[in-house]
């Protein structure tokens, strides 16, 4: 083989590396390419994932907030209504306790209902003896109505007229000599005790239109609302 036989076999097999080399370069490259285009799509996913995950987030978070605020704006409402109700409640036992000022002014009416109200007192008591407080403008008519009280007591309890000792130095307040007057007062009734002191009852007006207005609550509460109020 003479040396151009010899040139020419080489210079073919450097054309064919040289191929064999771009073919490789060219596979690494295409393979390059799609590994990289792989990647950067998986990073591109999962950046969209965060993006999604911190939208649904914040979605959430604004959710909540509107729940707890339409909750607090509802309650707020409940609460200005109960309030509404209960001024509306509060008001009308503030005008029945008005109305009760007036009762002791019809002379013959009072004396019967304190005759009643101290007869119902020794029912409760069932005491053979009992002391008696009232208030310092009542004093003479309770004096005056006692016995009538005791014999009518004894009567319906069949028992021994009781001893009813009335107290003449500590006395009831007063009736308020204006409806909006501050400070304990009493717009009549009496106060029974024990002798003792253990036992007592009482039977004020005004204690009277307590226990009328807290067992008559929920009624007046559906007849005014609607519905009965824990």
Known sequence: MNDADVSKQIQQMVRFI???????????SVAAEE???IE??????????????????????VEIRKKIEYSMQLNA??????QAQDDLVISMKEAA???????????????????????????????????????????????????SAIEEYAGKASV????????????????PTHY???????SGGVVLASIDGKIVFENTLDARL???????????????????AA
């Open 180 to 186: 909006d007057a501050h400070g304990p007062y009493c």
């Open 77 to 82: 409402s409940r609460l200005k209504v109960l």
């Open 40 to 61: 950067k799509l998986q990073l591109v996913e999962a950046e969209k994932k965060k993006i999604r995950q911190e939208y649904e987030r914040k979605e959430k978070q």
């Open 160 to 175: 021994h007229p009781p001893e009813i000792v009335v107290d003449r130095n500590t006395f009831l307040p007063s009736a």
């Open 97 to 147: 306790a008005k109305e009760l000022l007036l009762v002791n002014k019809i002379q013959d009416s009072y004396e019967k209902l304190l005759q009643d109200l101290i007869v119902q007192s020794l029912l409760r008591l069932k005491e053979p003896a009992v002391l008696l407080r009232c208030r310092e403008e009542d004093l003479q008519l309770v004096e005056s109505i006692l016995s």
């Open 210 to 228: 307590d226990v009328v207005f807290r067992k008559k609550l929920p009624e007046i509460r559906k007849h005014l609302f609607g519905q009965v």
């Open 35 to 37: 590994e990289f285009n």
């Open 18 to 28: 040289r191929q064999e080399a771009e073919e490789k370069a060219n596979e690494i």
